[in-house]
């Protein structure tokens, strides 16, 4: 994987350029086929305090998709999904400072992220509504590699300007819908950071 895309919430359902390039998005919780929000149960590495990731009441990620039974790979779409929910803590913070942020992300993956989110700060923008993550694949390699793939479905999130509170509700196209890879690695303290993201919004496989 050597493409990096920076996480990124299209203007959600509409053909204008993303902010921040040209992908990436959201993520929350990890239960099976249930609604999640900002919260997820944490993965392994049960004694190591994680850093709390809350989300405003106008906004939520949902993670659609079953336990494997594999406690591994059970543990790396949790830690994914925190990742995901990182980001947006972030963007909903205005700070790319965010303990959270660096906790679940590292890298290339980190780097990309945080020019995500200066994104949003320097427009004066956030994000409002749903976004729906499913389709999870996990593969791991080693004892301390996994890939994660999944799609996003971005038509019920939109972008709102935070001092104007004006909302670009766009009518959704294929952007709104994105294919995205990760790696993840395992660190010291056991937690699987996400280290690298490339994605193909408009791909066809993730499209209803």
């Avoid at 993520?27 to 249930?34: E, V």
């Avoid at 919260?39 to 079953?66: L, M, Q």
Wanted: with cysteine.
């Amino acid at each position: 994987m050597t493409t990096v895309t920076a996480l990124c919430l299209s203007a959600c359902g509409n053909d204008n350029d993303d902010k921040a390039g040209d992908s990436n998005g959201k993520i929350a919780g990890a239960q099976t086929d249930k609604e999640t929000s900002a919260a997820p149960s944490p993965s392994s590495a049960g004694s190591v305090e994680r850093p709390k990731i809350t989300f405003p009441s106008y906004a939520k990620n949902v993670f659609e998709y079953e336990e494997t039974g594999n406690g591994v790979k059970d543990a790396v779409l949790s830690d994914s999904t925190l990742s995901i929910n990182a980001v947006d803590d972030a963007v909903f913070r205005g700070s790319t400072g965010t303990k959270a942020l660096g906790f679940y992300n590292t890298d290339k993956a980190l780097s990309s992220q945080i020019t995500y989110i200066q994104g949003y700060i320097d427009a004066g923008e956030t994000w409002i509504g749903e976004t729906t993550y499913r389709d999870w694949k996990v593969t791991l390699s080693g004892d301390s590699q996994a890939y994660v793939s999944y799609c996003s479905d971005e038509s019920k999130a939109f972008i709102e300007n935070k001092k104007t509170k004006k909302v670009d509700r766009s009518p959704a196209t294929s952007r709104s819908y994105v294919l995205y890879h990760s790696k993840l690695v395992k660190n010291a303290e056991g937690i699987w950071q996400t280290a690298n993201v490339v994605s193909n919004r408009g791909d066809k496989t993730c499209q209803p």
